[in-house]
């Protein structure tokens, strides 16, 4: 039987092995969400980079950036960090060059993997149909924040292991506890998350309509994989 691991935060990345499996990298709030949003409502290509810098380059070469640190948009860039912005037809065909505070960086550090997914509430029955056909192990990988774990990317890690209860093994303790916490909250989510430090973060910037929208479970079927550094759906809703 194959196994799913957690890794609850970036920094805990290096104790994991990648090069043999499926890599689920997780920001419920917000990166994964516009990623899932963005390629579902006609986006063609989605490269995450490290850098604002780099961004600022791509964006000389006609891409559209988008840039967020701390939660909000960084000026000179085009685009925030809000699904909804993410929604808009302006976008549909174009291509997006994206840097975030822990999304995009949890991204860049997965590509050693054999294939990398993102995963979010928006797109959960696509990405546990897609585990559960593919049978190979998995590394759930929440970015949480700047190395910290946070409650809403473990929930859905929780949400993953849930649903393929069993067809996957419990493949460390982080996935047990992911679990469990799902198992306990599954039906009060907001409510669980009102004191946790990236709900409050959002809430004091105004951007609380983005959280009810990023919980909202199996809206999109698409599937944004990365391919050669960049990326794409797989499937559209
Ligand atoms: O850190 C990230 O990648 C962002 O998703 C954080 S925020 O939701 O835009 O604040």
Redesign the pocket.
């Known amino acids: 039987m194959p196994k799913i691991e957690v890794c609850l935060s970036p920094e805990l990345l290096p104790l994991f092995k990648l090069e043999d499996k499926i890599v689920v990298v997780i ?1 419920v ?4 969400s ?1 990623m899932v949003t963005g390629l579902a409502h006609g986006i063609s290509e989605i490269l995450p980079v490290a850098t604002l810098e780099e961004s600022a380059t791509y964006g000389l070469m006609g891409y559209i950036t988008a840039a ?1 640190r ?2 909000m948009k960084m000026e000179g860039f085009d685009l925030d ?1 809000s699904p909804f912005s993410y929604m808009d037809a302006v976008l549909i065909g174009k291509k997006i060059c994206m840097t ?6 949890a991204i860049l550090m997965s590509s050693s993997a054999r294939k990398v997914v993102i995963g979010t509430f928006l797109n959960l029955k696509t990405v546990t149909d897609y585990l559960y056909i593919r049978g190979l192990n998995v590394v759930l990988l929440c ?1 949480g ?1 700047k190395g910290q774990v946070n409650a809403e990317d473990t929930l859905f890690a929780g949400a993953v292991m849930s649903t393929l209860n069993n067809s996957f093994s419990v493949g460390n303790d982080s996935a047990l506890l992911a679990r469990d916490l799902f198992g306990l909250h599954k039906d009060h989510m907001e409510e669980f998350l009102i004191e946790s430090s ?1 709900f409050n ?2 809430k004091r910037l105004g951007i609380h309509k ?1 959280i009810a929208f990023c919980l909202q479970s199996s809206v999109y079927e698409c599937l944004p994989r990365l391919e050669n550094n960049v990326i794409v759906a797989q499937g559209q809703s």
């Open positions: 920001d709030l917000r990166a994964s516009c967020e701390d939660g960090n975030t505070t822990n999304g995009t960086q970015a924040w990236h973060r959002l983005d």
